[in-house]
């Protein structure tokens, strides 16, 4: 068997796979798709089987058509034209759940055994719970119960999806259930975030490249931008959306990795827990809002009104379904945050999501300081700041702003770009999040799933905005569907003399692509 530098196998190990939630969309759109890409590029092990579990009464061959169709739907390979399907289908089977009747996974337990003396995979299981989180608890206790864990040989894995609680308080009591029965580095908390494949460069354009790291620092980064921006609504969710709001849904989990991503100091391992060390440092070091003033000083709320996307109307989030009219729920928030440690002290950290604005749009970027005035250019010009950014989606990509002369000027300066698009150059078949994350869960490898400790530093922090937020209904700014949020953003960043870099597609006019500064006509 390989082993990559981190200890894992190249190949994920030979396990059944328990998925719970098989005839939901998350099993259907993301976890098929992901087994087959796996198998189809030698990434799964032979020996492995599936099982689909649900409520819902299914025939392995009905379980097996649904699986054709959701690859042929959503994976990136498709099924039609496999010799091998009957094959690889044969690997799964499905059983019909209740999951509140012990006896049942006694019966699935039977399974389990027959599965694992017929593919020979060695005791290992994996269950995912593609299920409501407020069911992670009972399940794991049946699990037990119905003797799934006891298997002679072999790990046990739980993979679980995000919410991961509510507050601080509610995902404390929810990692107790869960520690009852499984040890800490039995859990895979999935943030799909650390599955896209621009996030983990994050790490590597840091680190392995001479001309960022010495610079990664208050001393030459005024200022970091994050933005995590939707066009969506909330489309049929606005029964559980209005009781989260964009801080729970995106900002105590997805954004704040993404904080800690940049943030975060260089392991001195390459191992999971080095890496998650040096993670939860950084989570230590955010600055905690002092008071209800400092939360609104440094944070901005918004509720998107109606408005229009892509040219038609579309209504307010308080006319969604299952939104009451009088909602104070925001699905918009911008902060400035800090990160208190000798690396980072005064450079501020801005983020922002929102649903229903105008691009659908995953950026990264980091604004170095300006050169100190230089009265030989400045007679001519001003000069823009560097720009470094990393685009994760919807295009994958790295983009460089630097100033040159314009050519055939005397000291006339532009910015010019350097664009390196990954889709551009390694194809857009690029594994998807969730495949790389089932994939690492199968090799054992904890990397990019969230440890509790950081877990529940990313909910301290939040529960303090919530809390003043409570206080202060007052002050939820409305924006209309289709604008960059209240402008009450904007100010944030005014207020310290900067402003938000326009996001993907809205590059600015006068930045000239690189490849083409040689040829751009002289400028008398
Ligand atoms: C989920 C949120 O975690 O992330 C959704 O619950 C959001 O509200 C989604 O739409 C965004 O993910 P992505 O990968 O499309 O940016």
Redo the contacts with the bound molecule.
């Keep these: 068997m390989t082993i990559n530098a981190i200890g894992a196998p190249e190949r994920s190990e030979g396990a059944v796979y328990f998925i719970f939630g098989a005839t939901g969309d998350l099993a259907r759109r993301k976890l098929f798709p992901a087994l087959y890409s796996m198998y189809r590029e030698g990434k799964l092990a032979e020996n492995f089987a599936v099982v689909g579990l649900a409520r819902r009464g299914r025939t392995n061959e009905q379980f097996r058509t649904d699986l054709y169709n959701s690859i042929q739907e959503f994976a990136r390979h498709k099924a039609d034209g496999d010799d091998n399907w009957v094959a690889f289908a044969s690997h799964f089977h499905y059983m019909s759940l209740d999951i509140n009747h012990v006896d049942e996974f006694v019966k699935l337990r039977n399974l389990a055994d027959q599965l694992d003396d017929q593919f020979k995979t060695d005791g290992n299981r994996l269950f995912y719970l593609a299920l409501a989180p407020e069911l992670f608890g009972n399940v794991s206790f049946n699990l037990k119960s119905g003797g799934l864990l006891d298997s002679r040989q072999g790990w046990n894995r739980l993979v679980i999806e995000?919410p991961f609680g509510y507050d601080l308080a509610s995902a404390q009591q929810l990692n107790d259930q869960i520690r009852q029965v499984f040890r800490e580095e039995e859990v895979y908390r999935i943030d799909?975030?650390l599955g896209?494949e621009m996030v983990q460069n994050i790490e590597v354009v840091r680190f392995a490249n001479a001309f960022f790291e010495p610079l990664w620092n208050n001393k030459y980064i005024a200022n970091l931008q994050i933005t995590?921006s939707?066009t969506?609504g909330v489309e049929e969710?606005g029964g559980y959306?209005d009781h989260s709001g964009a801080l729970r849904?995106?900002g105590q989990?997805?954004m704040l990795q993404m904080v800690t991503m940049m943030a975060m100091e260089p392991p001195s391992r390459l191992h999971p827990e080095d890496i998650r060390d040096e993670k939860v440092k950084v989570l230590r070091s955010l600055r905690a809002y002092k008071s209800d003033e400092d939360v609104q000083q440094n944070v901005v709320r918004g509720q998107y009104s109606s408005g229009t996307h892509k040219g038609k109307s579309v209504p307010g989030y308080r006319d969604e379904d299952a939104v009451p009219d009088d909602s104070h729920t925001e699905t918009y928030f911008a902060a400035r945050v800090y990160v208190d440690n000798f690396r980072w002290a005064g450079v501020p950290f801005y983020v922002r999501t929102g649903?229903r604005l105008p691009a659908?749009t995953?950026e990264v970027v980091v604004e170095f300081k300006n050169m100190p005035d230089n009265i030989y250019f400045a007679q001519k010009t001003q000069l823009e700041p560097n720009l470094l950014v990393f685009r994760v989606?919807p295009n994958e990509g790295i983009y460089l702003k630097m100033n040159a002369k314009r050519p055939g000027s005397q000291w006339s300066i532009v910015p010019i770009a350097m664009d390196f698009s990954q889709s551009a150059e390694v194809g857009i078949n690029t594994p998807e999040?969730y495949e790389r994350l089932l994939y690492d869960a199968s090799r054992g490898d904890h990397t990019y799933f969230t440890r509790w400790d950081e877990v529940a530093l990313a909910w301290k922090f939040v529960d303090r905005i919530e809390q003043a937020w409570k206080s202060q209904e007052n002050e939820l700014y409305m924006y209309p569907a289709g604008t960059w949020g209240p402008v009450a953003a904007q100010q944030l960043l005014e207020r310290d003399g900067y402003r938000w870099w326009p996001v993907n597609g809205q590059r600015e006019a006068e930045v000239v692509e690189m490849s083409s500064v040689k040829d751009a006509a002289p400028i008398k």
């Design positions: 995000k799909h975030y896209k995590l939707e969506v969710r959306y849904d995106m989990n997805h649903k659908k995953t989606s999040a």
